[in-house]
């Protein structure tokens, strides 16, 4: 019996490798504009407001999206735009 030479990939981060990536820059009304989608960033003990800060948006597979400021997760969006309280659900297959 001969083992296998293949490793099991995390879930987790084939989703992160796997994601479309793309920047924009947050509108006067704290809002960010993708996907035919306008998504509202909540409060955030980061900073009083995110207007005119550049962001990037990921879209993972299971299709929700993710919005961050430089390493930080700042907020969760089902495929449809409702946020998603708990963002360790984000890029998981449901």
Known sequence: VQDSAFVAADPAALAEILCLQEERVVARDNTVAFARLRLQ??????????VKATVKIRQYP???????????????????GTPIQNCRQIGRAA
């Open 41 to 50: 960033l909540p409060q955030s003990p980061i900073r009083h407001h995110f």
């Open 62 to 80: 299971d299709g929700t999206f993710a919005i961050f400021h430089g390493p930080r997760r700042i907020a969760a969006y089902s495929s449809d």
